[in-house]
């Protein structure tokens, strides 16, 4: 029994290594060692001896040597070859044949007709139940697309091998029942325990995109954010020009006190005290208005119950709630978040208002600018008015 054995095992090996396409990545010399392994386990449990020992060891090791010639019937094929093995072995026919039989139990959906059909089948499927599950199983999907048989995307192959271990595959045997089974059920919790979280994330990505589709949200704040931006960014602006023109008329202001007024006393210089006047009187009226423009306003800082509920109070200004304790305005703000459109509406007024202060900055600050160069103007000309007709 052994010599035959021995040979089974040459003879396949050599088919597998030297004969197979190296894109079979499951279904090679592995795959096959480890079915002969699982069949001896099979073997040693039950104590099985002489020939149906032989059957079924001579089974496993040349039922994948069809694929030499392809997947499509490779049970057939594999027969084939074996037949014509044991033929050229001098190996009895009545054995070949359940050689044979063996063989093509390890079809996919074949129901086991004796028990050396039952071994082999669970021995095929042993790798079910074992740690590596995972891994073969990849194996076996890289191979099926390197081959062009079919192409799926691991959650797909994912599902086929959850429904192949929930629904398609059973062990026959006792000793794969006792030995295997738990090993298969922990690779199915893993699966399905991978599945589960994909399908958690997926539902909240669902429910992600939902909420960004069922309202414009996202366009909404991101109007608001930019359209506040640009009225705080032109407040800032208007605030500088009007500092630049209180620091210039400032720095006027001093070089006057400080040269031209002093010189005043002498009545030699009374020509300079009209244009000195206009001069100092222009620079006094821009700063002014510089100031105004700047010059914050002064809010009530207060709010009533009845204001909030009505909608009639803006809670994001701080002018509208400086004055009120912290327990009255969480419990406004509160309110606000509970209704989108008073959100809207709060902050639609809030732009509103701004853009009211920009108007009232911007307009002071072209009156500024105006009088601040006429101011220049008709300085300059009494000045030179005054030189010319007045000195003496």
């Known amino acids: 029994m052994s010599d035959i054995i021995d040979k089974a095992e040459r003879f396949s090996t050599d088919l597998l290594t030297h004969k197979l396409d190296q894109k079979y990545l499951y279904h090679n010399l592995t795959h096959t060692k480890r079915v002969v392994e699982s069949v001896g386990e099979l073997v040693e449990f039950y104590k099985l001896e002489g020939n149906d020992k032989e059957v079924l060891l001579l089974a496993a090791w040349l039922h994948d040597t069809g ?15 074996a037949e014509k093995f044991l033929e050229e072995q001098d190996y009895d026919l009545l054995l070949a044949q359940q ?10 959906n074949h129901n086991p007709q004796n028990f050396l059909e039952e071994i082999i089948r669970d021995a095929d499927a042993s790798h ?4 590596s599950f995972l891994e073969t199983s990849e194996n076996l999907r890289e191979e099926c697309s390197l081959l062009g048989l079919a192409t799926y995307t691991p959650k797909e192959w994912r599902e086929g091998n959850i429904k192949l271990l929930q629904t398609e595959h059973r062990f026959y045997t006792d000793y794969a029942k006792e030995n295997w089974q738990p090993g298969k059920d922990r690779n199915l919790r893993r699966m399905l325990k991978v599945r589960d979280a994909e399908k958690q994330m997926a539902k909240k990505e669902a429910l992600k995109v939902k909420y960004k589709d069922e309202s414009p949200e996202r366009s909404v704040q991101t109007m608001f954010r930019i359209t506040t931006s640009n009225h705080l960014r032109l407040s800032a602006i208007a ?20 040269n031209l007024i002093p010189k005043l006393d002498n009545p030699s210089n009374e020509y300079l005290i009209y244009p000195t006047a206009i001069f100092v009187f222009f620079a006094i ?8 423009a700047t010059r914050p306003n002064i809010t009530q800082g207060k709010f009533t119950k009845e204001a909030v509920d009505n909608k009639k109070v803006n809670l994001l200004f701080f002018g509208n709630f400086h004055k009120m304790g912290l327990e009255e305005y969480q419990w406004a703000m509160k309110e606000l978040l ?3 459109e008073y959100v809207y509406a709060s902050l639609t007024k809030d732009l509103y208002f701004l853009g009211k202060v920009l108007d009232r900055k911007y ?24 030189f010319k007709y007045f000195v003496r």
Do not use: P
């Not at 079910?128 to 740690?131: E, F, I, P, S, V």
């Open 67 to 81: 694929y030499i010639q392809g997947s499509e019937n490779h049970e057939e094929n594999s027969c084939s070859l």
């Open 99 to 108: 050689v044979c039989l063996c063989i093509m139990a390890t079809k996919r």
């Open 128 to 131: 079910l139940g074992k740690k």
């Open 239 to 258: 605030d500088t020009k009007a500092n630049i023109l209180l620091s210039v008329n400032a720095i006027i202001i001093s070089l006057a006190l400080s």
């Open 285 to 292: 009226i821009s700063m002014a208005l510089s100031v105004l």
């Open 338 to 340: 509970k209704d989108k």
């Open 363 to 386: 307009k002071i600050l072209r009156w500024t600018y105006t009088i601040f160069i006429i101011g220049m103007v008709i300085s300059v000309i009494a000045f030179t008015i005054a």
